[in-house]
RNA sequence: GGCCCGUUAGUCAAGUGGUUAAGACGCCACCCUCUCAAGGUGGAAUCACGGAUUCGAAUUCCGUACGGGCUACCA
């Protein structure tokens, strides 16, 4: 009876399911190793929750001598963008998260995109009605909204289960009368489960987690003909051999469900690890919500690019959330990379995780502090040819220069930090380039203090380049003393009277005429850098700046 | 409404019956100092609430509140 349904329905599938298993064998990996994979589905722009959980994905693959591949979800052709697919391949590449395997990559386990998977889902479905699992439901969606208001109404559990299932054991004929009316159908689990029945699973980061059984009719072949998630997540992480199912945490209610879809279909069922969401806290109304594409800058994978954070800088902040002993441990292995860390899915946080970007600039600032003057200008010039060419132009015809101001205050125990991201260089550095400085110039200056132009030129002349910082230091402090400048701070704020100034101020209206800003890195250094011509030259800027 | 999950400082969090309740980021103060970024020292700030179990609860149990997720022929 139920293997002639099934030859009804589906007359084109000649198939059985033992045909797929031997078509995807074992795979012949480590016993601990981990296959994991990354299931987007083509809808629009990548965010940073997405991200982070191909980012897991990746590091648990990795560090287990396992498979990480890249399964296209595009089961649902409404959704579907233009160029999402490229988009996402495209994001993961300048991610730097790389599947092993995959869509567009290659792999034994193919094809790896749902929509060429049709015939594989409707095998297994055919098997499950032939078996009695799974049946052909004619209810019309208006007969279903009907069911659900009433559900709703005397308050039970929405869905078609027990006496709403009322396609569940159509006869042959009545089955057939359907199909020759022209009727659309879906095919809908058969489902075994009783509510009353608790069932305990375990999630590898949650825990264990009680649930009563799933007994509900879900869908598993929609009109058209392609599957739902839940039914193509079974087949195709059973086919394809996942050992970790690693989403976000929406997945968790569906669980249940997905137990018993492996146990109908008698499948080994993977381990899941359902990671927390990243969320942030919004600023109008106070609540906690997950992060926003439209509301939250950083919440597009897009923003990090463009703005220039590193990419190592920002899988340094998604591992500080992935396990939250991360960030202790890198701080005590500060020579160590992201590889030697191994991580747990019992150190894995789960509650929401705000997203802090305080901290993720604080990572960058120290990411920027390790490189040295030469690493930050290829990334940089990298960076601007790619969103800021005419900086670009700028870096490559003064690059021994720009690697001299990046170097600045590079050595030694406690490097400059005051570089976040790639698109803060040009800001910081400003002064760096001549051709730059003239347009810019002074613009950023709001102090309006008045500076002694006589006295800088003064002070040039008795500049000598060849001045160790020591020495700089202390014919400034005497250039201070003869110009009636106190040579230290402490000894002029007891008795400010006695002074112009401090030997502070005259470093300022250097810095000013030099920088154009009263703050910047060592002084000695950038006017060593820049010497002596140069520094006349920007004293001309400054008269014509002070005079307008 | 139903089913799940969660709640330790501003944020991320350690913690598994006895702790002065770690640490990080942020904040504040001071120190260093030619300015800033750092760095050093110190500081403010946390167990959602109510019961129960116990000699003893952040930790176990039960309620309540709040937050999050799911409740699609979306994933």
């Not at 993977?270 to 919500?289: C, L, N, Q, V």
């Not at 590193?310 to 500080?320: G, K, Q, V």
């Not at 106190?486 to 008795?495: F, I, L, R, T």
Request: charged share 30%.
């Amino acid at each position: 009876m139920s293997k002639k349904i099934a030859d009804l329905l589906f007359p084109n599938i000649d198939k059985t399911p033992d045909y797929y298993e031997k078509m995807y064998p074992e795979r012949n990996l480590d016993d601990n190793a981990m296959v994991t994979r990354y299931g987007p589905s083509p809808t629009g722009s990548v965010h940073l929750g997405n991200l982070f959980s191909a980012f897991c994905d990746m590091v648990y693959a990795r560090q287990s001598k396992g498979v990480f591949f890249l399964r296209i979800e595009d089961t649902d052709q409404k959704r579907a963008v233009e160029g999402g697919i490229d988009n996402i391949t495209s994001i993961l590449k300048s991610f730097a998260i790389n599947p092993t395997e995959g869509y567009g990559i290659g792999g034994d386990y193919g094809p790896y995109i749902q929509s060429k998977r049709t015939e594989i889902y409707q095998t297994y479905v055919k098997d499950l009605i032939r078996r009695g699992l799974a049946y052909p439901c004619f209810m019309s969606e208006e007969e279903q909204q009907e069911i659900k208001e009433e559900q709703e109404v005397m308050k039970q559990k929405i869905g078609i289960y027990g006496h709403y299932a009322t396609d569940r054991d159509l006869t042959y004929e009545e089955v057939k009368e359907n199909l020759e009316s022209g009727k659309d159908y879906v095919i809908r689990l058969k489902s075994p489960g009783n509510a009353e029945h608790q069932i305990e699973i375990k999630d590898a980061i949650k825990g264990k987690l009680k649930f009563p059984e799933h007994d509900i009719d879900t869908i598993l072949l929609k009109k058209d003909g392609t599957p739902t998630y839940h039914l193509a997540h079974a087949i195709d992480d059973h086919l394809m051999h996942t050992t970790h199912v690693i989403r976000g945490d929406e997945w968790v209610s569906s669980i249940p469900l997905h137990v018993q879809l492996f146990e109908v279909l008698g499948f080994e069922r993977p381990e899941y690890a359902h990671i927390a969401p990243i969320t942030i806290k919004d600023s109008e109304t106070g609540t906690i919500r997950k992060l926003s594409k439209r509301k939250d800058l950083w919440a597009g994978a897009k923003y990090y690019e463009e703005s220039g954070i590193p990419i190592d800088a920002l899988h340094l902040y998604l591992s500080t959330i992935a396990n939250t002993n991360f960030e202790e441990w890198y701080l005590k292995n500060q020579d160590k990379n992201i590889e030697d860390f191994i991580f747990d899915f019992s150190k894995q946080g789960i509650g929401g995780t705000s997203f802090d970007s305080s901290k993720l600039e604080n990572i960058c600032k120290t990411y920027f502090s390790r490189k040295n003057g030469k690493e930050v200008f290829e990334e940089t010039l990298s960076y601007a040819e790619k969103f800021d060419k005419n900086y670009a132009d700028f870096l490559k015809d003064n690059k021994d220069l720009m690697i001299a101001f990046l170097n600045i205050e590079k050595d030694g125990p406690r490097p400059r930090k005051d570089i976040a991201k790639y698109s803060d260089v040009k800001e910081e550095f400003s002064y760096a380039i001549d051709s730059m400085f003239e347009k810019e110039n002074y613009s950023k200056l709001n102090s309006s203090k008045d500076y002694d132009i006589d006295m800088i030129k003064r002070y040039i002349d008795i500049y000598n380049i060849n001045d160790s910082k020591d020495e700089w230091f202390n014919r400034i402090k005497e250039f201070s003393i003869n110009e009636g400048y106190s040579p230290n701070v402490k000894e002029y704020k007891k008795d400010p009277s006695k002074y112009k100034g401090h030997v502070g101020d005259v470093c300022e209206a250097i810095r000013v005429m030099v920088t154009g800003r009263d703050k910047s890195p060592d002084l000695y250094e950038i006017l060593k850098i820049l010497g002596k011509d140069k520094l006349n030259n920007r004293l001309e800027l400054f008269k014509k700046y002070l005079n307008k």
